[in-house]
């Protein structure tokens, strides 16, 4: 059975820095893409960022460029979504996501494995 756990959420300063985790287990996701979505209170669920298992794309959301890093541990199977200068606009319930294929990185509706989300309070 394929799960996705998230972890590493929590309440931080505006300016302030957190790492998430999204811990897979089930198969191998070589050749999957892995993606992390949020929704604010009130929002959609809205794309952040996304890479392929091989580590050799990266995709992200222009609200987080520049401040946001999306990468894995191949041996822990387990990808990670570094946040800095986190704002209050940042505060949301992140999910982890995974698919196969190479297409449609951003669309939330093409992901069928979902996590079930932690979330991120950011305080101004």
């Known amino acids: 059975q394929v799960q996705l756990v998230e972890s590493g959420g929590g309440l931080v300063q505006a300016g302030g820095s957190l790492r998430l985790s999204c811990a897979a287990s089930?198969?191998?996701?070589?050749?999957?893409?892995m993606a992390w979505f949020r929704q604010g209170p009130g929002k959609e669920r809205e794309f952040v960022a996304s890479?392929?298992?091989?580590?050799?794309?990266?995709l992200y959301a222009d609200s987080v460029k520049g401040r946001f890093t999306i990468s894995r541990d191949n041996a822990k199977n387990t990808v990670y979504l570094q946040m800095n200068s986190l704002k209050a606009e940042d505060t949301a319930v992140y999910y982890c996501?995974?698919?196969?294929?190479?297409?449609?990185?951003?669309?939330?509706?093409?992901?069928?494995?979902w996590g079930q989300g932690t979330q991120v309070t950011v305080s101004s």
């Open positions: 089930g198969r191998t996701f070589n050749g999957y893409v």
């Open positions: 890479m392929r298992w091989s580590a050799d794309f990266a």
């Open positions: 996501a995974a698919k196969s294929g190479i297409y449609s990185y951003t669309d939330k509706d093409t992901y069928p494995i």
